[in-house]
Nanobody
Framework: VQLQASGGGLVQPGGSLRLSCLPS????????RAWYRQPPGKQRESVAS???????DYSESVKGRFSISRDIAKNTLHLQMNNLKPEDTAVYFC?????????WGQGTQVTVSS
């Protein structure tokens, strides 16, 4: 099973992007869906997560600007990113976790620059 992340691109500061993450086939028993990012030259960090029950969690750096959601019918995870800042520049990855293992996407590049 592969996770396909999309929606990245180049945006000016203050702009918005919406990332999506779709599995190549259904993953059963998913407990947590999450977004991570890896800025240039830095380690991968958690951005946001959503549990099977719908509880969400955000890193302090994105609270109030980013929103994580899932479309159950389309089996898709989203990350709405508003008021983007240059420090949000990174490769963004999605991760789905079920009882047995973690599934990672290949990453999508987000660049915030004027």
């Amino acid at each position: 099973v592969q996770l396909q992340a999309s929606g990245g691109g180049l945006v000016q500061p203050g702009g918005s992007l919406r990332l999506s993450c779709l599995p190549s086939r259904t993953i059963g028993g998913v407990r947590i869906r999450a977004w991570y990012r890896q800025p240039p030259g830095k380690q991968r960090e958690s951005v946001a997560s959503i549990t099977a029950g719908g509880a969400t969690d955000y890193s302090e750096s994105v609270k109030g600007r980013f929103s994580i959601s899932r479309d159950i019918a389309k089996n898709t995870l989203h990350l709405q990113m508003n008021n983007l800042k240059p420090e949000d520049t990174a490769v963004y990855f999605c991760k789905w976790t079920n009882t047995y293992r973690e599934f990672w996407g290949q990453g999508t590049q987000v660049t915030v620059s004027s």
